[in-house]
C-alpha cells in the first residue's frame, strides 16, 4: 500500500515571486513588519556571537585558520571585517559619552562649579567684608536707638495715619528693591571702578549660581543694604533728638513711614535669601512666605528664568505683577537703551556664558 507524499513545507508554500501559493496563507502587514523586525535583529545577534567566538579562541587560532586555503576564516573574513568594524564604532561611542559627560561636568551651565561663579565668589575681599561689618553695626544701633525714641512721640489719634505711613514705607521699600535690582542687574559691568566689585558683583554671580546666598552669614547678606539704610536712620535720629516735642507728634506718621521703610529695606535681602532657602527655615518665615508678606519662594522663581527681565521686586514681590502689566521695566530699558545704545543684560550674559 502507497503512502501519500508528506506534505510540503511551509516555506514551499510560496510560489515565485513571494506570492502564496497553493494552500499558503498570505502574509498581513502585521505579520510582516513582525519579521522584517525580526530578521536584522536575528542576524545582528548571530554575528555578534561570531565576533565574540572568534574573540574566545585567540589570536593564534584565528591566524592558524587564516593560513589554510579554503578555511573559515578565509570563507568569512569579509563579514568578520564588517562586524569588527561595528565593534570599534560602537566601542568609540562608548568612549565618547564619557567624555561628554565629562566635559559637562566640566563647564556646567549653572552652580558653584561654573567657571564665572568661582572667579566672581574670589573677587569678595577683605575690604569689603569691613564696609559690611561697619554698615551693620551702625544700621542696628540707629535702627534700635529710633525705635526706641519713636514710641515716645506715638498718639493715639495719629493712630490711622502713623498704620498708613508704615504700609506706605513697605511698598515703598518693595518698589526701591526692585528699581536698585533692576539697576544691577540690567547695566553696568563688574570692570566698573569701586562699583563694580563691590556691588554689581554679588548679582551677577546670584543669576550664576542662585543657591550661593544660602551659603552667605549674616554679614555678607545684609552689608550693603545696611549701607543704603544708614543715612535716613542718621537723619531720622538727628530729628528725633533736636525737635520739640510738639514738632515730633506732627512728624509722627512721616517718621513711622520712614522708618517702616529703612527696616523693609534693611532685611530686603534677607527676605530674598529665605526665598532660596527650601529647608530649615523657621516657620514663621514659612507663614509669612505662605500669606505672602514677604516675598514667596515659588513667586522669586519667576525672576530666575533667563534672562531675568521681570519680577525684579524682591521684599513682598507686592508690585511685580503690575509693573510687569505696565511693561515698567521694558520701558526704561527703552529708553536708555535710545539713549545710550547699550545693550540690557550685555554684562550678565557675557559671566554666564563664560567657561574658563
Known amino acids: 500500500m502507497l503512502l501519500p507524499p508528506p506534505p510540503p ?88 559619552e564619557p567624555e561628554a559627560a565629562e566635559a559637562a561636568a566640566a563647564c556646567p551651565r549653572w552652580g558653584a562649579q561654573h567657571a564665572g561663579a568661582r572667579e566672581l565668589a574670589e573677587l569678595y575681599s577683605p575690604g569689603k567684608r569691613l564696609q559690611e561689618w561697619i554698615s551693620v553695626i551702625l544700621c542696628f544701633s540707629l535702627m534700635s536707638f529710633n525705635f526706641y525714641k519713636l514710641l515716645f512721640c506715638l498718639k493715639l489719634e495719629h493712630a490711622f495715619s502713623i498704620i498708613i505711613g508704615i504700609f506706605a514705607g513697605v511698598i515703598t521699600a518693595d518698589f526701591v528693591s526692585g528699581l536698585v535690582h533692576w539697576g544691577a542687574d540690567t547695566w553696568g559691568s563688574v570692570d566698573l571702578p569701586i562699583v563694580g566689585k563691590a556691588f554689581i558683583r554679588p548679582f551677577r554671580e546670584h543669576h550664576i549660581d542662585p543657591t550661593a546666598i544660602t551659603r ?10 545696611c549701607m543704603l539704610a544708614v543715612v535716613p536712620l542718621a537723619n531720622m535720629a538727628y530729628k528725633l533728638v533736636s525737635l520739640a516735642p510738639e514738632a515730633l507728634h506732627q512728624t509722627c506718621p512721616w517718621e513711622c513711614y520712614v522708618f517702616a521703610l529703612a527696616v523693609f529695606a534693611t532685611l530686603t535681602n534677607q527676605i530674598h535669601k529665605w526665598s532660596h532657602t527650601y529647608f530649615g527655615l523657621p516657620r514663621w518665615v514659612v507663614f509669612l512666605q505662605d500669606w505672602h508678606i514677604i516675598l514667596p519662594r515659588k513667586h522669586h522663581r519667576i525672576h530666575h528664568v533667563s534672562p531675568h527681565e521681570t519680577y525684579f521686586c524682591i521684599t513682598t514681590g507686592w508690585l511685580n505683577y503690575p509693573l510687569e502689566k505696565i511693561r515698567f521695566w521694558r520701558f526704561l530699558e527703552n529708553i536708555i537703551q535710545g539713549v545710550t545704545g547699550e545693550k540690557p543684560r550685555a554684562d550678565d550674559m557675557k559671566w554666564a556664558q563664560k567657561i574658563k
Do not use: C, W, Y
Not at 565574540?52 to 569579509?78: D, F, T, V, Y
Not at 552669614?217 to 543694604?225: A, L, Q, V
Open 9 to 96: 513545507p511551509s516555506s514551499l508554500l510560496l510560489a515565485p515571486g513571494g506570492s502564496a501559493g497553493p494552500g499558503g496563507r498570505a502574509a498581513g502587514p502585521e505579520l510582516e513588519d513582525e519579521a522584517g523586525l525580526r530578521e536584522p535583529q536575528d542576524e545582528e545577534e548571530e554575528e555578534r556571537g561570531r565576533v565574540r567566538a572568534m574573540a574566545q579562541r585567540g589570536q593564534p587560532r584565528a591566524a592558524e585558520g587564516s593560513s589554510k586555503p579554503g578555511g573559515p576564516a578565509s570563507s568569512s573574513s569579509s563579514s568578520s571585517s564588517s562586524a569588527s568594524e561595528a565593534e570599534a564604532a560602537a566601542a568609540s561611542a562608548a568612549r565618547e
Open 216 to 225: 552667605h552669614d549674616f554679614i555678607e547678606t545684609n552689608g550693603d543694604n
